[in-house]
């Protein structure tokens, strides 16, 4: 059984599971945002800046960052703990947590300033 396949499987299912899936077929788009077999997710519980339209000039190297940090953490996990959860963002992604050697990614980010706990609703600037 092929990644998508099995991921596939887990976003029908009503009740959120676990995947393994190995870091080489996860690509991080950017730090809150990862493709796997060309299945977009949005990972939930946390913010990262942005990257493709920043408010402002700081923004951006924030994400750029954040983004190099999540696909660090990705590619030297090996293998990756991929919990696919019900619904979809408002840009139709997947909502997913990744889990590297057993914390999630964002808790990581989170810790190292990278990213800011978020839960839905508006989100807080990023700009100074």
Same mark, same amino acid.
């Given at each position: ?12 299912? @009503? ?7 190995? @870091? /080489?077929? &996860?690509?991080?788009? =950017? ?31 924030? /994400? ?27 840009? /139709? ?10 914390? =999630?990614?964002?808790?990581?980010? &989170? @810790? ?12 807080? @600037?990023?700009?100074?």
């Amino acid at each position: 059984m092929t990644v998508l396949s099995t991921l596939l499987i887990i976003l029908t299912a @009503s009740v959120s599971q676990a995947a393994p899936v190995s @870091s /080489g077929d &996860i690509y991080m788009i =950017d730090g809150d945002t990862a493709d796997i077999g060309g299945q977009r997710f949005r990972l939930v519980g946390y913010d990262t800046p942005e990257t493709s339209k920043p408010r402002c000039g700081h923004e951006k190297p924030l /994400g750029t960052e954040a983004t190099k940090r999540a696909r660090q953490l990705v590619d030297n996990a090996g293998r990756v703990e991929v919990v696919v959860l019900p619904g979809r963002d408002k840009y /139709g992604r997947g909502l997913a947590r990744f889990y590297v050697a057993g914390v =999630d990614l964002g808790e990581i980010l &989170i @810790s190292e300033g990278l990213a800011r706990s978020y839960n839905g609703g508006r989100r807080s @600037s990023w700009c100074k």
